[in-house]
């Protein structure tokens, strides 16, 4: 190869490295861009354990686990409404706010 090839090949990975280590190290950290704000936020957690087992959780509608006990890392910060449910027992269904 001639030496402006590999110079160039060289600067354009050294780039990438630069761009894209510190998103891949804040991305891991639980660091997420909002798409409704458009900026970086820390994420949040809903932890959920319930007796007995087995319980089926939904967030906002959409069912998220047929079983408990749940952990969902990562939650953008706002208000979520959460229902919990199991055959032959009372649903509990509350709003909930994840903060960062």
């Excluded at 160039?8 to 761009?19: A, E, M, N, Q």
């Excluded at 820390?42 to 047929?66: F, K, Q, W, Y």
């Excluded at 969902?72 to 509350?94: A, F, H």
Aim: aromatic letters at 10%; glycine letters at 6%.
């Amino acid at each position: 190869m001639h030496r402006k090839i590999r110079s160039v090949l060289f600067l354009i990975f050294v780039s990438i490295f630069i761009i894209g280590a510190p998103v891949i190290v804040l991305y891991t950290a639980g660091y997420r861009l909002n798409p409704t704000t458009w900026k970086v936020q820390h994420t949040g957690v809903i932890a959920i354990s319930t007796l007995p087992r087995n319980a089926t959780v939904s967030v906002n509608g959409a069912l998220v686990s047929d079983r408990t006990p749940f952990v969902d890392q990562r939650l953008m910060p706002g208000e979520y409404d959460v229902l919990i449910s199991k055959t032959g027992y009372q649903s509990w269904q509350q709003r909930v706010t994840v903060e960062s």
